[in-house]
């Protein structure tokens, strides 16, 4: 068996030690310490629902969900992107990734006083198994086997490239849920299902605000947060005041100007952007010009300026990337050796001489390409991600300036650019990408075929098509060995650098604002064991972190 992390019969505060952070056991009793509120810009969730399978169940849209409903293990998305074991006291998966061994935490109870068992992790999967519960997280699967301790969950596929989709699955109690006719839809708004192991149990429920209280019995120890407040705001600006005043404590926002105008209010306000191994991603469409010449790709990899990215369009939330690899710093690990030092910088000298070798010449100023026609294209990004909305005039900017392309910025609503992106009827858009925790979700997104579906695109807009590549990606995806996974690597990490296919700007952030007026032992950027995004999965690990501030 393949070791990914195992805690054994360990507490919590050996779990939390991994990711470098000490547990909250010496805090004062709750009861003496503030309330917290989470803060959403999402305006008034009018459905109760506390069903934590449900996306759009009000648990989820307010993210308090998380605190009540827990998982097997915390994949952290930044930092090491480290796995710690939590309702599991230890995980262990199989050379494939297709057996994931579990040794259920003892001492837990569920809220109701009930003890948690096996039974409970088992009768949780067993539900997509029976198709009592929809699989849309396509975990495939296939049956458990219990050997004393130990819980063996059996899927029909690899799963090394999304093994948090498997830990993070929300356990919930057998005792309750066999008793509930379609777990697909019942918002668990009767008296007594709302049962989860989590740190908080719900105490009211209204559109405008949902209260939780600690729990009392709680695995993890003492909590020193006594209750949660999640609030949702009608917008960003309206979110931004509430934390300004300290009407709110934390929340997820991307705030403009966030150093005049929400640090700068008070020396305990804080911001912290986590890198993850997505990125702000430029797309081009590989099949129409002028995206269609690997030489021109390159051309323009060596002149966009993704320091600009990240200090104007992101103004300072994100990390840049110049790896020719396309991998942010989280993943430098999977660089190759002979790719280590391979970085873009802005070398415009570097980039005319690469178009003239292809046949590109100049006139007035303005590019002409191999057939005599100047080279212009237009970038999309929908209307109001005022981010992405400035990287395109900074794109524009550069390109006009060093090579004499003419970019049109096009700014359609949400409707049209999502269209055009399936349809492959655009010329260039900004983008994310499916992120796996390793370098997969880079490749995957940017030159696998499996994308396309009747001629339309989730991800891989620029239709790349390289059976040699298709082949390696689904290699490292369903690998037997580490061995296999490598030489899969070589084959697609090569393709990237020798084709350009999508040009990488800057890791995609997990946001997070939060004050430390009543309590600390927040995650920081010399200490990203998890991200401080409320909405994250690890927000569990942080409320057993924070202590009161005095």
């Known amino acids: 068996m393949r070791l990914t992390t195992s805690l054994g019969a360990v507490g919590i505060a050996a779990a939390l030690a991994l990711t470098g952070c000490a547990a909250g056991s010496d805090s004062e009793p709750a009861a003496s310490g503030a309330a917290l509120t989470i803060a959403k810009p999402d305006g008034a969730i009018t459905t109760e629902s506390h069903n934590p399978y449900l996306g759009d169940s009000s648990a989820s849209k307010y993210g308090y969900a998380k605190v009540m409903f827990e998982p097997l293990a915390l994949v952290n998305p930044t930092g090491d992107l480290g796995t710690t074991p939590w309702l599991a006291e230890s995980v262990e998966w199989n050379e494939d990734y297709t057996e994931l061994t579990v040794v259920p935490r003892s001492g837990v109870t569920w809220s109701d006083g009930t003890e948690f068992t096996g039974d409970d992790i088992v009768f949780t999967f067993d539900q997509f198994l029976s198709g009592r519960l929809t699989d849309t997280s396509g975990l495939k699967y296939e049956g458990a086997t219990v050997d004393g301790d130990a819980i063996t969950l059996k899927f029909a596929d690899s ?20 008793g509930i006719d379609d777990p697909n839809t019942d918002p668990l ?8 192991t ?5 105490d009211t429920w209204s559109t405008e605000s949902v209260t939780l209280t600690a729990n009392e019995d709680y695995w993890g120890g003492e909590l020193a947060v006594p209750e949660l407040h999640y609030v949702s705001y009608g917008d960003n600006a309206a979110l931004t005041t509430a934390l300004v005043s300290g009407e709110a404590d934390w929340a997820q926002a991307f705030i403009p100007q966030i150093e005049d105008s929400y640090l700068a209010a008070d ?17 081009m469409n590989l099949q129409t010009k002028p995206f269609d010449d690997p030489a021109l790709r390159e051309a323009l990899a060596w002149t966009i300026d993704r320091d600009a990215y990240v200090d104007i369009a992101r103004e300072g939330a994100s990390t840049a990337i110049w790896s020719a690899t396309g991998l942010s710093g989280l993943l430098e690990d999977e660089i190759l050796p002979e790719y280590a030092d391979q970085d873009y910088a802005v070398d415009v000298d570097k980039a005319r001489t690469i178009l003239e070798d292809a046949g590109y010449t100049w006139k007035d100023e303005k590019l002409i390409d191999p057939e005599g026609e100047a080279v212009s294209f237009s970038i999309s990004v929908p209307a109001g991600w005022s981010d992405w909305n400035t990287e395109q005039a900074l794109i524009a900017e550069e390109l006009d300036a060093a090579l004499g392309i003419e970019v049109t910025v096009d700014q359609p609503d949400w409707g049209g650019w999502d269209a ?14 499916e992120d796996t925790g390793n370098a997969y979700g880079l490749y995957t997104s940017t030159m696998d075929t499996k994308w396309i579906v009747d001629d339309r695109a989730q991800f891989n807009f620029g239709r790349f098509d390289d059976p040699a590549v298709t082949d390696a990606l689904n290699t490292y995806a369903n690998a037997a060995s580490d061995a296999d996974r490598q030489a899969a690597l070589e084959v697609m990490q090569s393709a990237f650098v020798e084709n350009v296919p999508a040009i990488p700007l800057g890791s995609h952030p997990l946001l997070g604002e939060y004050n430390t007026r009543n309590y600390v032992g927040w995650p920081t950027e010399d200490d990203q064991y998890a991200s401080a995004d ?6 569990v690990q942080i409320l057993t972190q924070l202590q009161p501030s005095d």
């Open 267 to 283: 020396e305990d306000n804080h911001f912290l952007a986590s890198p993850t191994a997505g990125a702000g991603t430029l797309f």
């Open 198 to 202: 989590g740190p908080y149990v719900l």
């Open 534 to 539: 409320p909405t994250q999965p690890g927000i």
């Open 420 to 433: 055009a992106r399936q349809e492959g009827t655009f010329q260039a858009i900004i983008h994310w990408l």
């Open 189 to 196: 708004t009767e008296e007594g299902l709302a049962v989860g």
């Open 159 to 178: 799963k090394y490239v999304s093994q948090s989709r498997v830990l993070h699955t929300p356990i919930v109690p057998k005792h309750i849920w066999e």
